[in-house]
């Protein structure tokens, strides 16, 4: 007999035992009929819902999460809902996410250009922050509720994440979730670049690109860590004011005006330490720029992105025009180049640590703080990633993990729309311009072919 037959069972014995009283005692109302099926259907009855009760959670869970569904433009990445509670081990902690942070490598992932992310479909995402809401076996230094800030190969642009408890590091007092985001990829590797590999001393000078951008600023805010440092910085026009606020000591507008020349005016000898994002023909001005012990530390090949899609032109002239060195012509000129990247470090989560202690001090002290540039939800991806794209930020770009609100989205297909008609009048304007411009052509010509009819019957009377 199991041990869900055995209640029936008894119950049936009862009942048995009221039909013989019921006999014996004629004033008594008839007894119920068959009592112990109805008894047997409560418990029947029961035990499903007590089923449905015990329904695992697992299997109930749903988060949004935004995946790479493959290589292309802004649309490729798209918010799906994945069902299932991701499952911890042993040393993992489970967060819920409230902020993610956009990285130029996001950009140059999306695109098939940044190797450390897996191939699509996969969720993007190398930062952000949360909140802990469970922990793993001989997890010691998390617990359910911490605030916390984290960096992972990939992976974090989804609603809730697992990662090893190592990978965390706990958001200080008065860093709100957006700042928290902004602050692991950008301070780290501007950290390390310039004080691991710079080895920054007072009375230096430095160059930094892109001086607008998450790295940029967090560079130079930790120039300013050290006495005395020159900051030299290229930003569009547009941004020079914000950028000096900051802390770079001369903007220069790469757009408009040769930087080396720009720098070279300035300071002939050249720079002490060069940050080098770009790649290409660039890193070759950069190594030229630099001073007897100078240090050129790149980081990146944002030169390779070139529109939405893979550009590859820009690819292929990238690749051509790549730095390269032979060791005699270092020791000659008394220079090093370094290479830094930080996916690459994701085994030495000691260093990172080291540094990040270091980072999250500077916060407490109120010396180094993240710039927001704008926040954006999940839903708002692809108008982020243009944002970053185009060069528009002024500091971090972020990704809120709080659903849209309704009244939001329906606004959306308006600014669409705006936007269609803004880039049609912009086309038309241009398609005018052009016409404007034949039709002067034309005009400077009529007086041309009029003289030259003149000059044909001079010419047949010779």
Known sequence: MSGEDAPAEQQNAVDQKQETKAAEEPKAEPPKTEPAPAAATAEATATPAAATEKVPEEETFTYRALVLTGYGGYDKVKLQVKKGKPALKAGEVLVRVKACGLNFADLMA??????????????????????????????????????????????????????????????????????????????????????????????QSVLIHAAAGGVGIAATQLCKTVKDVTVFGTASASKHETISEG???????????????????????????????????????????????????????????????????????????????????????????????????????????????????????????????????????????????????IGKVILNTEPMPEEEKKEEPKKEDKKKDDKKKDDKKKDDGKKEEKKDDKKKEEPKKEEEKKEEPNKEEK
Request: aromatic content about 8%; proline content about 5%; charged content about 20%.
């Open 110 to 203: 999306r695109q098939g250009l940044y190797d450390r992310l897996p191939s699509p479909p996969v969720t993007p995402g190398m930062e952000c922050s949360g909140v802990v809401e469970a922990v793993g076996e001989e997890v010691t230094d998390r617990k359910v509720g911490d605030k916390v800030m984290v960096l992972n190969r990939f992976g974090l642009w989804q609603e809730v994440a697992v990662v090893p408890s190592t990978h965390t590091f706990l958001i200080p007092e008065g860093m709100s979730f957006e700042e928290a985001a902004a602050l692991p990829v950008n301070y780290i590797t501007a950290y390390m670049m310039l004080f691991d590999f710079g080895n920054l001393r007072p009375n």
């Open 247 to 393: 802390g770079v000591t001369h903007p220069i507008d790469y757009r408009t005006k040769d930087y080396v020349e720009e720098v070279r005016k300035i300071s002939p000898k050249g720079m002490d330490i060069i940050l080098d994002p770009l790649g290409g023909s660039d890193t070759h001005k950069a190594y030229n720029l630099l001073k007897p012990m100078g240090k050129l530390i790149t980081y990146g090949t944002s030169n390779m992105l070139a529109g939405q899609k893979k550009n590859l032109l820009a690819v292929a002239k990238n690749w051509y025009h790549q730095f390269s060195i032979h060791t005699l012509s270092l020791i000659q000129g008394n220079k090093s180049v370094c290479g830094f990247h930080l996916g690459y470090l994701d085994g030495e989560m000691e260093l990172i640590t080291q540094a990040m202690n270091t980072i999250l001090d500077l916060y407490k002290e109120g010396k180094v703080k993240p710039r927001i540039d704008s926040t954006w939800h999940l839903e708002q991806v692809g108008d982020a990633m243009r944002k970053m794209q185009e060069r528009n930020n």
